[in-house]
């Protein structure tokens, strides 16, 4: 089990230029799950997937960010135009959702952006 | 909305003393579940609590889910510098649909 797979995992751009974040999911799971991490507001939910489909986006801060999951093996996490504000830890997760219930989280190692 | 809350933010203690985090739900949870993240790493499961009341232990730690299921409480005995981290409560929405995470306790233990 390889685990969930992130890329990259650090990152640092200048403001106003595109950043994508990847992520590949355990195989076999059929959620996916987007988190920021920064140290005013804690862990926060960006958007997530329920077989690929986008379930519930209403954390994604503004019309800049956008995500996508074009197949049940990979997602991106697309930030256009990037501001500083927007440098934080990146979490991808992902579960096995059966009814109504989700099994744990796994989590990727994260992507360190950085908005200069 | 739905919101799950813990205490204390955070939690200096000398190694060998205990440790405890609260987590608090403004609704009745199906279940909670409990992550540790290391600084720098992700978090990490540890524990899943279902029935009402329930206790389980992982050697050192105990986890506890209230009768009333709008609370837990994750109790470390005899900290060691090797459970520095900050630990998260995680509940379900009232939908089921994903999963609220509270603000986390980060915990300092000193050698």
């Known amino acids: 089990d390889a685990g969930v797979i992130q890329s990259p995992r650090h990152e640092v751009t200048e403001m106003g230029q595109e950043v994508t974040l990847r992520c590949k999911p355990i195989?076999?799971?059929?959620?996916l799950f987007w988190y920021r991490q920064t140290m005013m507001r804690g862990l926060e939910l960006l958007i997530y997937f329920n077989n690929n489909v986008p379930i519930d986006d209403s954390g994604m801060p503004e019309d800049r960010f956008s995500a996508k999951m074009p197949n049940a093996s990979f997602s991106t996490l697309k930030i256009q135009p990037s501001e500083p504000r927007d440098s934080a830890v990146y979490f991808c997760?992902?579960?096995?959702?059966?009814?109504?219930?989700?099994?744990?989280?796994?989590f990727g190692n994260g992507t360190r952006l950085t908005v200069t | 909305g739905q919101q799950v809350m813990q205490i204390p933010q955070y939690q200096h203690v000398q190694e060998g003393e205990d440790f405890t985090t609260y987590c608090n739900s403004s609704?009745?949870?199906?279940?909670i579940q409990w992550y540790k993240q290391r600084p720098g790493g992700h978090p990490v499961f540890l524990i899943q609590l279902v029935k009402s009341g329930e206790v389980k232990k992982q050697k050192r730690l105990t986890f506890q889910f209230g009768e009333a299921k709008k609370n837990s409480s994750l109790h470390i005995t005899a900290t060691q510098t090797t459970d520095v981290g900050t630990y998260f409560c995680?509940?379900?929405?009232?939908?089921?649909?994903?999963?609220?995470f509270g603000e986390g306790t980060q915990l300092t233990v000193n050698p």
């Open positions: 195989s076999g799971h059929n959620s």
């Open positions: 995680a509940g379900p929405t009232t939908s089921g649909s994903r999963l609220t």
């Open positions: 609704t009745t949870l199906s279940n």
């Open positions: 997760a992902s579960s096995l959702k059966f009814g109504g219930l989700y099994s744990p989280l796994h």
